[in-house]
């Protein structure tokens, strides 16, 4: 699990290096949190520096990706519904 | 106002940023301010918010793809899966479903490694204020969740942002998000200072269920944004901050009896 949540956390991070785009964004957004998942179990079940280093990788992926994706949140659907009264 | 920045080459959403802020922040809190008051480790602590995160995330969407699905039924024929993926993913959260998918984020934590479902509450739950207080800034950059026409003191325009209804772009409008931020602010400031006093009580989850619940439903009446769920006259928030209301007093009542049967026992 630990060498689990460190991939995924290196993947998630790749997603935000390699492109500003959406769907790597959200790729890069479900890896972490998915890794986040992984690592607090392996941490939790045998702590191991390879499970903290993929917890802090996947937090900081899912962060950057999430800054980079999301353009608005906490509101009632505003945008999403911009998005679609606008087709 | 300024809903992207590019860094290097980078979009970054000021809305992600500000959240992020309040997030930290609020993280910052549980774990070295209100955890004092508990016996809880701040590992399981900090694990436990993470989780509230994810199911914060997960929640909000999941309820805004509920609430969405009508439109995306009726317009079908006409959108492409681009589209469609944009207008799910990309933008449109609910506040209420992350509250509960936080919460459930969080009990899941509690259930997997046997912590108290309730300390963990009673930490996490007086710092959400203070991370909805910075979401509403960042709704302010973005120019979402914006007010009705006003001209009053105050009022704001917005020039240039997708989120605005073309027809009340250069109009001057009623500043919701900064005032529902500010209540935020002030609700976690209360908490704050009577966290002491309700140590051990539900008290601080009521106070903040009550609070905020009237705060939304004032609110609501000044809001001027996009398609609202409405029933009776009333939006879908504020018939949800009748029932958090609801919820807040029966907390205390609650919390009142259990403590009348402390001292009776």
């Known amino acids: 699990m630990a060498v689990g949540a460190l991939v995924l956390g290196i993947i998630s991070l790749l997603c935000w290096f390699v492109s500003s785009l959406f769907i790597p964004g959200i790729i890069g957004i479900i890896l972490g949190i998915v890794g986040i998942v992984l690592a607090v179990l392996a941490k939790k079940k045998q702590p191991s520096g390879m499970a903290t280093a993929g917890l802090v990788l996947c937090i900081i992926g899912l962060i950057l990706n999430g800054i980079g994706v999301i353009a608005c949140a906490a509101c009632f659907g505003a945008s999403g519904c911009a998005a679609l009264s606008s087709l | ?265």
């Open chain 2, 1 to 265: 106002m300024l809903p992207v920045v590019n860094i290097l080459g980078k979009d970054i959403g000021m809305y992600g940023v500000a959240i992020f802020v309040g997030l930290v922040l609020g993280t910052l809190f549980a774990v070295f301010h209100f955890s004092k008051y508990y016996d809880i480790k701040k590992e399981d602590l900090f694990y436990a918010i993470l989780f509230g995160i994810i199911g914060l995330g997960v929640g909000a969407k999941l309820l805004y793809i509920i609430t969405i699905i009508p439109d995306l039924i009726q317009n079908a024929y006409r959108l492409d899966l681009w589209t469609t993926l944009l207008a799910i993913f990309q933008a449109g959260f609910v506040f209420y479903g992350g509250l509960i998918g936080g919460i459930l984020g969080i009990y899941i934590y509690s259930k997997l490694f046997k912590i108290s479902f309730k300390k963990l509450l009673l930490i996490i739950i007086p710092v959400i204020p203070l991370v909805h207080a910075f979401g509403r800034i960042g709704c302010f950059f973005a120019g979402c969740c914006h007010g009705m026409e006003y001209h009053g003191f105050g009022s704001v325009v917005f020039t240039n942002t997708p989120f605005v209804k073309p027809e009340l772009l250069n109009v001057p409008l009623f500043p919701s998000q900064i005032v529902e931020s500010i209540c935020n602010f002030i609700i976690f400031i209360i908490i704050l200072c009577t966290y002491k006093k309700f140590k051990n009580t539900y008290k601080p989850i009521a106070l903040y269920c009550v609070l905020y619940s009237i705060v939304r439903f004032v609110l609501e009446f000044f809001r001027g944004d996009t398609v609202r769920g409405f029933l009776l006259n009333l939006s879908t928030s504020q018939w949800i901050s009748i029932l958090l209301f609801v919820v807040g007093i029966g907390i205390f009542i609650y919390d009142h009896k259990q403590k009348n049967k402390e001292q009776n026992t």
